[in-house]
């Protein structure tokens, strides 16, 4: 599976940014794609992830209310809606493919990743 993930730049606090993911390859026909991201210094941190149908999304405690995941299957791609976006969510964000049904929130639960893609948010 290749990811590719598009859509980073610089935005300033207040304002919002999408962010998408395509996937590519062999897929498995039940499967969770997600976002985290990595603040310089720090760990990378689970964003939002989605199940192949919709039915199932979770969200990182600080971004819930402000970024909407979303998916289109027939496009085979996974977006993320960023709104309300303040400084400290400047970070790469990496989109992940897991083999399951269950959305996971850590690093090693996840089988594939994108490159990443930069977010910078200006005070």
């Known amino acids: 599976v290749q990811l590719q993930a598009s859509g980073g730049g610089l935005v300033q606090a207040g304002g919002s940014l999408g962010l998408s993911c395509a996937a590519s390859?062999?897929?498995?026909?039940?499967?969770?794609m997600g976002w985290f991201r990595q603040a310089p210094g720090k760990e990378r941190e689970f964003v939002a992830g989605?199940?192949?149908?919709?039915?199932?999304?979770r969200y990182g405690d600080s971004v819930k209310g402000r970024f909407t995941i979303s998916r289109d299957n027939a496009k085979n791609t996974v977006s993320l809606q960023m709104n309300s976006l303040k400084p400290e969510d400047t970070a790469v964000y990496y989109c992940?493919?897991?083999?399951?049904?269950?959305?996971?929130?850590?690093?090693?639960?996840?089988?594939?990743w994108g490159q990443g893609t930069l977010v910078t948010v200006s005070s």
């Open positions: 992940a493919f897991r083999n399951s049904i269950v959305v996971a929130t850590t690093v090693r639960e996840y089988d594939y």
């Open positions: 989605i199940t192949w149908n919709g039915r199932s999304t």
């Open positions: 390859g062999r897929t498995a026909s039940t499967y969770v």
